[in-house]
């Protein structure tokens, strides 16, 4: 479906996107996983035809970027990171509107407005103007938009940032609905959860380059392990992991063990080094993502 | 590089036309005041106040020589401001040209439909002032009937001119230099409201040769008062050059600032 080969961004000295490959599948959902400022959006804008790269190759659904703009756009679905709804237009109008851009019949725009309105639940505030929504509200008008053309690659660029709970759990619903319809779908998210929920594979890029690539599980296992036993890092709790030579990292206030046998280290913890807390969770992509782009804030 | 010779327009400029015209039709109402009641104020405030001092004007009353000014002027405000602070507003608050390019429009098409759009302004604004100053009597029939036409020419320029503005405008106050330093000194001193030939020459060979609303005066003046001349062949091709080499301008600049 997209194809990305040496591909390169840069505006002026930056660099933004640093050669990077990957390649995604039809029906699959992929994920750009990356501290601010990686280049997540850079890419995106590329595949969607609206940034021209500035080497490397790049296709999508087999034609090349910038050669064939049109055809591609017309088969794309776009949620952009920044909210762009039209405000001259109601929540309806919006997609209506939308729809004439790519060229569908007024009644049947109509049709595929009211459709996408009862699916993404908005029907009530069909015909509130866009100043009245809330954010989150606005990010799924925007899904909607997105939709109205029946896209066969849907591109999100942070979807559910903002959404309270209950919205991003319907939009988590309705785009697994989607990609069993066979849609695929390219997505950034600062949220780990949501990756490691939706994506077949994701990459974690971090300055314009793609550090690892592959499916959430198994970049879990590979990275970092099974579990994690974590202690309050105090100099005692320390000094009697050191004594048993048993490897840790501190992250914060805690110490972290990582570990295929929690049971082992649990016990341990809790009758040699006399604790009365320690807590075990399997790891998760978020290990995986501090653990390759580090603790320290990027921008 | 794949050798392909892409065509950057298509018929696509019409659905930015059209959502245009649709979200000002939402308001006609307060969009058809000012052309009704611009030359309403000017003819009595002018015409009758300022006109009872004056006898003629190049062989007519004061007020067939402002009449066809006003529409002039009427014509270069509506797509100037059109394709300057409201464009400003799409492009950069509302983010309308950023969506619309994720759709199978292009930038060019965007641009192409917002110029049009300033055009047809220009045509709206001199439709509804013409039964207004045809009730007054100073413009003379059927060659008034050309203004239509040649409201779309002069729009489309003054629309190209403004979005080249928008274009390099760091930020919407900006917009202000252009009103002030090119809008305001063309309202004055284009043969609107006195003759040009009263100005020192080289005052006049300046707005002879870089005041487009000098030519747009002089066209509508003729049409007006039903004087063709070739004069007026002269000025509308004039006119015809400057869109011609603005409006690419414009389409340029506006890439240059939008895809990055
Ligand atoms: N229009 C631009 N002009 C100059 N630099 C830019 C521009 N857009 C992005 N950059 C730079 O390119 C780099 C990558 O930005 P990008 O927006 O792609 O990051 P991101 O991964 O999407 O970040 P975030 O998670 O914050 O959205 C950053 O260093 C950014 O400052
Ligand atoms: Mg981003």
New interface residues.
Partial sequence: MVVAEELEKR?GDVVAVDHIHFQVEEGEVFGFLGPNGAGKTSTMRMI?C???KTMGSLTVFGM?SE?H??EI??H?G?V?Q????????TVRDNLI??A????IPVDEASRRADELLSFLQLEEKKNVSIEKLSGGLRRRLILARALI?RPRLLILDEPTTGLDPQARHLIWEKLRGLVTQGNTVILTTHYMEEAARLCDRIVIMDQGRILEEGTPQALVKRLVGDYIVEADATVEVRNCLEQHRIPFDTAGEKVQIVTPEPKLITTLLLEECHLEQVAVRPASLEDVFLKLTGRTLRE | M?P?V?IPF?Y?FG?VW??NL??FMRTWKVNFIPPFLEPLLYLLALGLGVGSFITQVEGVSYPRFIAPALISIAVMNAAFFECTYSSYVRMYY???F?????????IEDVILGELCWGATRSFIYALLMFPVLLAFGVIDLPSSFLIFPFSLLAGFLFASLGMCFTAVSPGIDTLNYPSFLLITPMFLFSGTFFPLNLLPVPVQIVAYGLLPLTHVVAVMRGFCLGILSLDLLLSITWLAIASTLLCPVAIHLMKKRL??
Avoid: C, G
């Fill in positions: 505006f969607e609206v940034s021209p090349d050669a703009p049109r756009k017309q794309i776009v952009p920044e909210n762009n709804l039209d405000p001259d237009f509107q939308f004439r851009y790519f060229d053309n | 794949t392909i892409r298509s696509r659905k059209r959502r649709v979200t509302q983010k309308t950023d969506a619309m390019i994720t759709t199978p429009l292009s895809i990055i």
